[in-house]
């Protein structure tokens, strides 16, 4: 419960002025927002769908209204890229870019997530070294 008051006041303190967010996930993911209908295509064919708090569609919503609080949700983090709303998406949306969009703007700003000093050594026998040769790989840049 600690670390997720903490995780939420990092998100908190990441300002945008309004209009920005949007901006910057555009300009971050070369994808137009604004082309999306939310027509529910992405969030029906996810995999993964089950296990998010916001679905794919949301998000982007979230998103053009200006609601930081889709830096807090788990679904950005979720989201493996495996390109099913992508193929998917009438308007020809990359939703795994604009996924991958708002999780730099997380890192850029600093907020670790993932914290690996605090994984415990079973842990860090069990998970595959590809994860986190990944995770080093998003946290550096």
Same mark, same amino acid.
């Given at each position: 419960m600690k670390k997720e008051l903490e995780k939420n006041r990092e998100i908190e303190a990441i300002s945008f002025k309004k209009g920005e967010l949007v901006k910057e996930? /555009?300009?971050?993911?070369?994808e *137009? !927002?604004?082309? +999306?209908?939310? +027509?529910g295509t992405c969030s029906a064919g996810c995999p993964y769908v089950e296990?998010? #708090?916001l679905t794919p569609d949301e998000v982007i919503r979230y998103v053009i209204l200006d609601r930081k609080e889709v !830096? *807090?949700?788990?679904?950005i983090w979720l989201c493996s890229? +495996?390109?099913? +709303?992508? /193929?998917?998406c009438?308007? #020809?949306l990359n939703i795994t870019k604009i996924m991958e969009a708002l999780r730099q703007i997380i890192l850029r700003k600093k907020?670790?997530?993932?914290?690996?000093? *605090?994984?415990? @050594? @079973?842990? @860090?026998?069990?998970i595959p070294q590809l994860a986190f040769v990944s995770l080093f790989r998003k946290n550096i840049g």
């Open positions: 996930v /555009e300009e971050l993911s070369g *137009n !927002l604004f082309a +999306c209908y939310q +027509c296990d998010m #708090d !830096l *807090n949700s788990k679904t890229s +495996c390109f099913t +709303c992508t /193929e998917r009438p308007r #020809d907020v670790d997530h993932t914290k690996v000093v *605090n994984i415990s @050594k @079973k842990d @860090k026998k069990t």
